[in-house]
């Protein structure tokens, strides 16, 4: 299978990614400049982290205006898997790809640490290597990780099980712990702790894996498999 990491101006962890796939996986995998405006022959969409734009206006709030972006949404629609990681996590929102917004960590700090999350739903693309109530350890490294929405939209990931991964100890305010939600139907996943961070032991912990590797075991199961 194909994976494409899109790049944006500022991002920063995209090498990070690519290596995850490449390396680690042993998967295809090509970076996608956000210049571009098609996914054509790609299997699953990954949107690194760091610093879109400068996080002008808003982090995400410039890259969404990007021209890869009716392609993401194209891809997305066609029910693909779409991994936003952190400042890909931030452009989904802004995009409209995932409800509520990430707004400043109530300590109004950066912060950068592991934290353990805790998998509140073990049945997605993105999680089905990992058990129900699971802990895992991933770095979070962010300014805008408070993860905010209102209570209509809360009660509606609740009850359409979208909330994936939740903090442990909530590192930001975020809004019922929340570390990782996906869109109703799924496919689509944002999360602020970065997986391509944690995919070896002597990273500190390879929990990250477990996410790369639902996702490639969805699009294997399906038959979708794109080549060249
Ligand atoms: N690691 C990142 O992607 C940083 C995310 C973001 N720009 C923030 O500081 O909130």
Redesign the pocket.
């Known amino acids: 299978m194909k994976f494409a990491v899109l790049a944006f101006p500022g991002s920063?962890?995209e090498m990070d990614l690519y290596d995850a796939i490449a390396d680690i996986m042993k998967e295809e995998v090509e970076l996608v400049s956000y210049k571009e405006t098609s996914l054509a022959g790609f299997d699953a969409a990954l949107i690194p982290?760091?610093?879109s734009y400068g996080?002008y206006l808003r982090?995400g709030a410039i890259a969404r205006f990007s021209p890869i972006i009716p392609a993401l949404r194209e891809f997305a629609k066609s029910g693909k898997p779409v991994l936003g990681?952190?400042?890909?996590f931030?452009i989904l929102t802004e995009a409209g790809l995932l409800p509520g917004s990430?707004q400043k960590n109530v300590s109004a700090k950066?912060i950068c640490q592991t934290e353990p999350l805790v998998v509140n739903n073990a049945d997605s693309m993105f999680s089905s290597e990992f058990k129900l109530a699971q802990i895992i350890n991933l770095p979070i490294?962010?300014?805008?990780?408070n993860y905010y929405c209102d209570q209509e939209t809360l009660a509606q990931l609740i009850a359409n099980d979208q909330i994936i991964f939740k903090y442990r100890q909530n590192p930001n305010g975020s809004v019922a712990d929340i570390a990782g939600i996906t869109n109703r139907a799924g496919n689509v996943l944002g999360m602020m702790p970065?997986p391509e961070r944690a995919v070896e032991a002597i990273l500190g912990s390879d929990d990250g894996v477990g996410i790369f590797q639902s996702i490639v075991n969805h699009v294997k199961s399906r038959g979708v498999v794109a080549h060249g």
């Open positions: 920063n962890c982290g760091g610093f996080d982090s990681i952190c400042n890909g931030q990430l950066f490294a962010h300014g805008d990780g970065h």
